[in-house]
């Protein structure tokens, strides 16, 4: 008994020891699966960006935090609904304003590639492809477990296979990336969110992550607790929740879209975070088994969730019936396409994935679970029943300028933010606020405490602000908007209000009779707070700290612009902004650090460019002190000031031959300074310059020299020249130096190489300085040896315009300065004919469309003339005088046809007046610089007048790619092959 | 062929259906269109009504499957696989007709001939 009792109580022991040891071996096993599935999963979420799949992964982990943080913000914020709208905002001003290609909130500034749905999605799907492949090896371990947990073979079971034709569904729906699970399906949406460039879709994702968050944290009653959390707060923000339905309702069809993308957004994510967040966290194989069923329920239930919040029961409808309709997308959903076909296609490019990310859970029924199922049921009713309410309904435009002066805060920004999304492109929206006085009310929430007011009221006035009806300009200055905007750009540190004032003042700064105030009250400021901190200039630097580099920064952007277009009001303008503090002394080192950094393209570089270009203008009569500098001759003629009126005087009583001779001495005294000049000979400063006489020293000429021969962007090519051109024409002596700096810092040739540009107005721009810098004498003779072939390839041959097709202006131009170079020098006037230059220039003169083309010429050809040496040789090649006459008829006879003196009578036309003054007195000159600056008053005027003028462009290029361009006066007609 | 956005339009339509043709990872058509509601209509050398903002086919590239199905330059496109395209931007034109996912299109053109033709053939 006692031996059995020992012998079974031994082997009760045994059995014990064993089936501890087999446990042992279970567990070691299972340890190892589970280390398996980990590990795989880790490697599937590795592909993907890993700070994002750890913020979605780890349940309980810093980044969630974060991410709740982030949702209580948005929570603080008027309503979910708001602060959507708020990310979706920098789309919408930016589109408003003409600072568009960097607009962060532009989800479409995609690459236009031929068949990809676009070009970020198609990157993004690359990576998810990688992803794809690793989880789908999960599933593959996954799917041969069978529902009790035991192995499955592959394929045979009916859950595998199943999976399978889901798969090929949804291939064949294009979808290919769609991997098989939900988790996978969601980590795509978030992938392709990172892909996505800019910040507000970072935002988003803080947000959603909060929004999976809530799926997340308790993965069994996430159902409910995340509608709490998700939408509970959201309703108690909106005020009145009236204008929240607005997103529902159909009274704006077209405006919709600006909140709707943002509203279906966050849907994905969500719909990502809980799965993914759910299988990492419970990594243990044997729990996938029940998993997947809790997953698809996850995804269902935030989705429906997401609907509810977002309370856009449009949206809802459509992400539901796109799943739906998934199979057969080519079925159009009757009403949306013809309604608002534009939404339905921002669906499409917001969230490329909406139609395969949103779909794949739904399309998975394997993973339903019933339980949380009928927890859905019974929610989807009430947010049925919400949508329907009879009670919500759109406030209309009275009531939400009333709600703008609401005692409460949130209602007020709510109200901000409505009514800029209500002006969007909506010009009579934005006459109707000016007529119900709601202007006034938003200049005044400019002073609002609250962040969150002033920054709807500025982004609201930036909506209104923009488009070509200036009343609304008028209205903003009226009620004393640009003060407020600058204090408020004064006092706010915020990165996003400061963009936004800027851009507003940018958009005020286009209507002439407002620049001036901009520049009163303004000018100094901007300066101080966004220009000279962001040009990384400093007054006083710090002997160890390396220079700064330049941030081209929206805000930088946005403020060199406004400044740009102020520059061109008059020489007033001009005085103010070169003595403006810093000023010019930031711009010159914002561009020094452009060069250096080979960025010369952007935006911001041309704006530079633009405002040195209009400062440098008339500089040698404007500046202090511009007296002492006069050249001898120059200060004789022009001994007491009044220049403008010096040149009438000229015209009448200097006779022409005696203004050529003037000129010719000079021209040789000119010639005799810069022989020394080169061996030496530059003034030497006691101190360095800084402010408005670093414009004309001739250490810019390296400057704008570097950036003829870097950029690509034709505005700032054209202003390079430009500022060069202006610099150039003076009468003083620091223009005698610049045209010497140019030759010697190998100036000549950058230009005569821009000749061939295909931009009409680099072109242009380019020639008239070489034309001015043909005033040196030895400039002269190197253009006239080297530029002649490219200036003459410039003219339209008898057959055709040139092949650029360049306008009557640049024609016109080109032929002036060919008749300058040719003047006074035989030998450039041999080269013209050897160039067959005379070739072309008999066919315009015989038989051009234009006057002044037909003009300019003839009187080039007359000069050839009028060199005796030449007419044996053009007699050879067959040309005779009649050739070279015939324009005189048009063309008043001068004494020997002079073309000096033939040019007075056309001195109302002032291209062609700019042929002849050359040749007179300094006056001349000086009138040929304001003829020529034409060109350079264009080019001054250009950025103000490109404003008005282009943004109707701009503005039909909604949200396209041809933003980019939209600068253009006339963007050429968009062609896509398809 | 003027309308008024938003009203009916009565138009002869022929139906093209083209099928993609695969060029490595893209899927061709081998036309180009033109025009959209943000471009500039007067731009459009296809167009009768220089306000028209329709998607125009601009070039058909010869041999391919726009040209097999009788696709032809100056065709506006009025509906793409049931969309409607007479009110889209350029952009969104585009990707209607580039979907991955599809490798068959079906349009609705008008072209000007067309509607000469069935006039007359009407009146006859």
């Known amino acids: 008994m006692d031996d059995y009792d020992i012998r079974s109580a031994a082997s009760i022991l045994a059995s014990v020891k064993e089936q501890e040891a087999r446990f042992e071996r279970l567990t070691r096993a299972l340890e190892e699966e589970r280390r398996n599935v980990s590990l795989q999963l880790e490697r599937a979420h590795q592909p993907c960006e890993q700070p994002r799949a750890s913020t979605c992964a780890i349940g309980n982990g810093q980044p969630l935090a974060t991410a709740w943080q982030q949702l209580v913000l948005q929570e603080q914020s008027p309503g979910n609904q708001t602060s959507l709208a708020m990310m979706q905002e920098p789309q919408e001003m930016v589109e408003e304003t003409v600072t568009v290609e960097e607009d962060p909130g532009t989800p479409t500034s995609h690459v236009s590639i031929v068949t990809s749905e676009d070009g970020t999605t198609r990157r993004t799907e690359t990576k998810v492809t990688k992803m794809v492949k690793t989880v789908t090896t999960r599933t593959v371990r996954q799917v041969p477990l069978g529902p009790d947990g035991l192995p499955v073979l592959d394929g045979s079971s009916p859950l595998g296979s199943y999976t399978d034709s889901i798969d090929r569904r949804y291939l064949k729906n294009g979808e290919r990336y769609l991997p098989p699970q939900a988790s996978s399906t969601l980590t795509r949406s978030y992938n392709s969110y990172g892909e996505g460039p800019d910040g507000p879709y970072r935002s988003f994702h803080a947000h959603d992550a909060s929004g999976g968050y809530g799926g997340a944290e308790l993965p069994d009653g996430y159902g409910s607790l995340s509608r709490g959390i998700g939408?509970?707060?959201?309703?108690?923000?909106?005020?009145?929740?009236?204008?929240?339905?607005?997103?529902?309702?159909?009274?704006?069809?077209?405006?919709?879209?600006?909140?709707?993308?943002?509203?279906?957004?966050?849907?994905?994510?969500?719909?990502?975070?809980?799965?993914?967040?759910?299988?990492?966290?419970?990594?243990?194989?044997?729990?996938?088994?029940?998993?997947?069923?809790?997953?698809?329920?996850?995804?269902?239930?935030?989705?429906?969730?997401?609907?509810?919040?977002?309370?856009?029961?449009?949206?809802?409808?459509?992400?539901?019936?796109?799943?739906?309709?998934?199979?057969?997308?080519?079925?159009?959903?009757?009403?949306?396409?013809?309604d608002e076909p534009s939404e339905g296609e921002?669906?499409?490019?917001?969230?490329?994935?909406?139609?395969?990310?949103?779909?794949?859970?739904?399309?998975?029924?394997?993973?339903?679970?019933?339980?949380?199922?009928?927890?859905?049921?019974?929610?989807?009713?009430?947010?049925?029943?919400?949508?329907?309410?009879?009670?919500?309904?759109?406030?209309?435009?009275?009531?939400?300028?009333?709600?703008?002066?609401?005692?409460?805060?949130?209602?007020?920004?709510?109200?901000?933010?409505?009514?800029?999304?209500?002006?969007?492109?909506?010009?009579?929206?934005?006459?109707?606020?000016?007529?119900?006085?709601?202007?006034?009310?938003?200049?005044?929430?400019?002073?609002?405490?609250?962040?969150?007011?002033?920054?709807?009221?500025?982004?609201?006035?930036?909506?209104?602000?923009?488009?070509?009806?200036?009343?609304?300009?008028?209205?903003?200055?009226?009620?004393?908007?640009?003060?407020?905007?600058?204090?408020?750009?004064?006092?706010?540190?915020?990165?996003?209000?400061?963009?936004?004032?800027?851009?507003?003042?940018?958009?005020?700064?286009?209507?002439?009779?407002?620049?001036?105030?901009?520049?009163?009250?303004?000018?100094?400021?901007?300066?101080?707070?966004?220009?000279?901190?962001?040009?990384?200039?400093?007054?006083?630097?710090?002997?160890?700290?390396?220079?700064?580099?330049?941030?081209?920064?929206?805000?930088?952007?946005?403020?060199?612009g406004c400044l740009?277009?102020?520059?061109?009001?008059?020489?007033?303008a001009r005085r103010r902004l070169r003595e403006c503090d810093g000023l010019v002394d930031a711009l010159l080192h914002a561009l020094q650090s452009a060069i250096g950094k080979k960025d010369t393209d952007n935006k911001s570089v041309e704006n530079c460019v633009c405002i040195m270009r209009n400062l440098s203008y008339h500089v040698h009569k404007e500046v202090p002190g511009a007296d002492k500098y006069q050249e001898p001759e120059a200060s004789q003629a022009a001994s007491t000031g009044a220049l403008p009126r010096r040149k009438k005087d000229d015209a009448s009583c200097f006779g022409s031959k005696k203004a050529k001779e003037d000129w010719f001495s000079q021209g040789k005294k000119n010639g005799g300074m810069d022989r020394n000049f080169d061996t030496l000979d530059l003034p030497k400063r006691s101190e360095s310059a800084k402010g408005f006489e670093l414009l004309y020293q001739p250490e810019v000429v390296r400057l704008y020299l570097s950036i003829l021969t870097e950029s690509q962007n034709f505005n700032t090519l054209e202003a390079a020249a430009g500022a060069l051109q202006n610099l150039s024409a003076g009468t003083w002596m620091w223009s005698t130096y610049i045209r010497a700096m140019v030759r010697k810092e190998r100036g000549l040739p950058v230009l005569v190489?821009?000749?061939?540009?295909?931009?009409?107005?680099?072109?242009?721009?380019?020639?008239?300085?070489?034309?001015?810098?043909?005033?040196?004498?030895?400039?002269?003779?190197?253009?006239?040896?080297?530029?002649?072939?490219?200036?003459?390839?410039?003219?339209?041959?008898?057959?055709?315009?040139?092949?650029?097709?360049?306008?009557?202006?640049?024609?016109?131009?080109?032929?002036?300065?060919?008749?300058?170079?040719?003047?006074?020098?035989?030998?450039?006037?041999?080269?013209?004919?050897?160039?067959?230059?005379?070739?072309?220039?008999?066919?315009?003169?015989?038989?051009?469309?234009?006057?002044?083309?037909?003009?300019?010429?003839?009187?080039?050809?007359?000069?050839?003339?009028?060199?005796?040496?030449?007419?044996?040789?053009?007699?050879?090649?067959g040309w005779n005088k009649s050739h070279f006459q015939t324009a005189a008829s048009s063309a008043p006879?001068?004494?020997?046809?002079?073309?000096?003196?033939?040019?007075?009578?056309?001195?109302?036309?002032?291209?062609?007046?700019?042929?002849?003054?050359?040749?007179?007195?300094?006056?001349?000159?000086?009138?040929?610089?304001?003829?020529?600056?034409?060109?350079?008053?264009?080019?001054?005027?250009?950025?103000?007048?490109?404003?008005?003028?282009?943004?109707?462009?701009?503005?039909?290029?909604?949200?396209s790619v041809n933003l980019v361009d939209g600068r253009d006066p006339k963007p050429p007609p968009v062609d896509s092959w398809v | 062929m003027s309308y008024v956005p938003g009203q009916p339009v009565t138009a002869v339509v022929q139906r093209v259906e083209i099928h993609k043709l695969r060029q490595g990872e893209n899927l061709i058509l081998g036309f180009s269109i033109g025009g959209g509601i943000d471009q500039d209509p007067a731009q459009n050398p296809f167009s009768e009504d220089k306000t028209d903002k329709g998607i125009y086919v601009t070039r058909v590239s010869e041999g391919g499957p726009a040209e097999v199905a009788g696709l032809q330059i100056g065709d506006k496109i009025m509906q793409v696989n049931g969309w409607d395209m007479t009110m889209v931007t350029h952009d969104q034109a585009r990707k209607r007709l580039t979907k991955r996912s599809e490798e068959v299109v079906r349009l609705l053109v008008t072209r000007q001939g067309l509607q000469k033709a069935v006039q007359q053939s009407m009146l006859a």
């Open chain 1, 231 to 338: 939408y509970r707060p959201r309703y108690a923000y909106v005020p009145g929740n009236s204008y929240r339905p607005e997103d529902g309702s159909y009274t704006l069809p077209s405006r919709r879209e600006a909140y709707g993308p943002p509203g279906a957004q966050p849907q994905v994510p969500p719909v990502g975070s809980g799965p993914d967040l759910t299988v990492s966290s419970r990594s243990q194989p044997e729990r996938f088994q029940p998993e997947p069923y809790g997953l698809e329920d996850d995804n269902r239930s935030l989705g429906v969730d997401d609907e509810g919040y977002e309370l856009d029961p449009d949206y809802s409808t459509v992400t539901r019936r796109l799943p739906a309709g998934v199979p057969e997308r080519s079925r159009p959903h009757k009403g949306r396409a013809y």
């Open chain 1, 753 to 877: 190489e821009l000749l061939q540009s295909d931009s009409d107005k680099v072109v242009r721009a380019v020639s008239i300085a070489l034309r001015n810098l043909s005033m040196d004498r030895r400039n002269k003779d190197l253009i006239g040896s080297y530029a002649m072939a490219e200036l003459v390839r410039n003219l339209p041959s008898r057959q055709q315009r040139t092949a650029k097709n360049l306008e009557e202006d640049t024609v016109v131009a080109v032929l002036n300065t060919i008749h300058e170079i040719v003047t006074d020098s035989a030998e450039n006037a041999r080269s013209l004919v050897q160039t067959q230059g005379i070739q072309k220039l008999v066919g315009i003169s015989k038989s051009s469309q234009s006057m002044r083309e037909m003009k300019a010429a003839s009187h080039v050809l007359q000069m050839v003339w009028s060199y005796k040496e030449l007419r044996g040789a053009l007699q050879k090649d």
């Open chain 1, 893 to 959: 006879k001068g004494p020997k046809g002079t073309p000096g003196k033939a040019g007075y009578d056309d001195s109302t036309l002032p291209l062609v007046e700019k042929t002849h003054d050359g040749y007179s007195t300094i006056d001349h000159r000086e009138r040929k610089y304001r003829a020529g600056d034409p060109s350079g008053d264009a080019s001054e005027k250009e950025p103000l007048k490109t404003d008005p003028a282009r943004k109707p462009p701009h503005r039909s290029n909604r949200a």
């Open chain 1, 564 to 572: 740009r277009n102020v520059s061109s009001d008059g020489a007033e």
């Open chain 1, 346 to 560: 921002m669906i499409d490019e917001r969230i490329p994935y909406i139609h395969g990310g949103y779909a794949a859970p739904l399309a998975q029924p394997e993973r339903g679970s019933m339980a949380s199922i009928d927890r859905l049921g019974k929610r989807s009713p009430s947010i049925d029943s919400i949508r329907k309410d009879p009670r919500w309904r759109d406030p209309d435009l009275p009531e939400v300028i009333a709600m703008l002066s609401h005692p409460i805060d949130p209602v007020k920004s709510n109200a901000a933010a409505y009514l800029q999304h209500l002006c969007y492109e909506n010009d009579k929206i934005k006459k109707d606020v000016r007529h119900l006085k709601g202007i006034a009310i938003l200049v005044g929430l400019l002073d609002h405490p609250k962040a969150e007011v002033h920054r709807r009221a500025c982004g609201a006035l930036r909506n209104i602000s923009y488009g070509r009806d200036h009343e609304n300009k008028v209205a903003i200055k009226g009620c004393d908007g640009i003060p407020a905007l600058i204090r408020l750009l004064r006092k706010t540190s915020d990165m996003e209000v400061r963009e936004l004032i800027t851009g507003t003042l940018w958009n005020l700064s286009s209507y002439e009779p407002l620049k001036m105030v901009i520049i009163n009250h303004g000018l100094q400021t901007l300066t101080n707070e966004v220009i000279v901190p962001h040009s990384g200039w400093e007054s006083e630097p710090n002997e160890d700290s390396k220079p700064r580099d330049a941030e081209w920064t929206t805000v930088f952007k946005n403020t060199s």
